[in-house]
């Protein structure tokens, strides 16, 4: 197998694994879109949310147009490099192009509005805070996507454990607090051992979110930077392939 076929082998896996990726994308955005106890329905429904915040309610589509972009640019990969298609091939190399071009730029957007997120988040954490106290203890998706938060990330509110002070929960149950605010109680805690807890072991969601991101900081900038190498070789291998076709068609 001369440079030629290798590079055509390696375009063709390459771009097969673009094109699950995409499917398995496309998927996730249509599950999204129809699950209605998603945290998007959670989203929802909470009160006096931030105006900017509706824009989340787009991310199945998000993810819809960016797995039906994948599978695009995996086929045209594929068939380009199977089929010698001069054509399909330049189409991978200026979508690949766009979708690089967007990445920077959206990275650049990111840095410069980094102000704006923050305060996003702080209006967000304010109204999160009162829905927990509204609604936490009487409707059932909020209750269930806390709990279900808690558990898995460890954490106890979005701030703090103040946060399900005066719930219906927290009424119903003698002014006390979720037992995952007190890891060493299986039922209901008094304030006493959540204020302990979130003074040692147990901190917000938010914050707690905050901390795994910043300890995997290396690992999402690592695989920022696999990704756009890999978005510059796809299309150094596309445009050589199409100046090799090109010189055997002539």
């Not at 059932?140 to 946060?163: E, I, Q, R």
């Not at 969601?205 to 796809?234: Q, T």
Request: charged share 15%.
């Amino acid at each position: 197998m001369g440079c030629f076929g290798f590079l055509k082998v390696m375009m063709f896996a390459f771009n097969g694994i673009i094109f699950l990726a995409g499917a398995a994308i496309l998927g996730v955005g249509i599950w999204v879109k129809v699950d209605s106890g998603s945290v998007l329905g959670f989203l929802q429904q909470i009160d006096n949310a931030p105006s900017e915040l509706s824009q989340l309610l787009n991310v199945g589509y998000l993810l819809i147009a960016v797995g039906a972009v994948l599978l695009i640019i995996g086929f045209l990969g594929c068939c380009g490099a199977v089929k010698e298609s001069r054509c399909m091939l330049l189409m991978f190399f200026v979508i690949v192009l766009v979708v690089f071009i967007a990445e920077v730029a959206g990275a650049v957007v990111i840095l410069v509005f980094k102000p704006l997120a923050e305060e996003l988040i702080n209006k967000l954490g304010t109204e999160a805070s009162a829905s927990i106290r509204k609604d936490y203890g009487k409707n059932s998706d909020v209750t269930g996507l806390w709990n279900a938060t808690m558990d898995t990330l460890k954490c106890c509110g979005f701030n703090n454990y103040t946060d399900f002070t005066g719930s219906p929960f927290y009424q119903e149950n003698s002014n006390q607090y979720p037992p995952q605010c007190c890891p060493s109680h299986d039922s209901p805690c008094n304030s006493t051992a959540a204020a302990s807890a979130a003074g040692t072991t147990i901190s917000g969601c938010f914050p707690k979110f905050l901390k795994l991101i910043d300890d995997n900081s290396v690992v999402i900038v690592a695989v920022a930077l696999g990704i756009a190498v890999l978005e510059v070789c796809a299309m150094v291998v596309s445009m050589t392939l199409y100046c090799k076709i090109g010189s055997k068609t002539d």
